[in-house]
Nanobody, 121 residues
Framework: VQLQASGGGLVQAGGSLRLSCAASGRASSTNIMGWFRQAPGKEREFVGAISRWSTTYYGDSVKGRFTISGDNAKTTVYLQMNSLKPGDTAVYYC????????????????WGQGTQVTVSS
């Protein structure tokens, strides 16, 4: 499975961005796609995930502000980010096919290249 993330950029605090993650290759076999982020000097943090059946999961820091969705086949998933804060500044990664806990980055088999999100105050 190959993953391509896009949509990052610079936005002011309180603004919105939508990230996309396009899956190709054996994408039809993917049951879970997740989003993580990593700020400089910090560990990779779970943002959220979506299952093939559209069940969504979110990290505590983004609940109520971020929404994950996808097309029917989940070959493209989206991360809608609203009410952005400077603390949301990070490189955002999409990932697929966790073997265990979906909030644990080390359990994911496939990763996209990351897209930078910068939120100015």
């Amino acid at each position: 499975v190959q993953l391509q993330a896009s949509g990052g950029g610079l936005v002011q605090a309180g603004g919105s961005l939508r990230l996309s993650c396009a899956a190709s290759g054996r994408a039809s076999s993917t049951n879970i796609m997740g989003w993580f982020r990593q700020a400089p000097g910090k560990e990779r943090e779970f943002v959220g995930a979506i299952s093939r059946w559209s069940t969504t999961y979110y990290g505590d820091s983004v609940k109520g502000r971020f929404t994950i969705s996808g097309d029917n086949a989940k070959t493209t998933v989206y991360l809608q980010m609203n009410s952005l804060k400077p603390g949301d500044t990070a490189v955002y990664y999409c990932a697929a096919d966790p073997s265990g806990r979906l909030s644990r980055s080390s359990d994911y088999a496939y990763w996209g290249q990351g897209t930078q999100v910068t939120v100015s105050s």
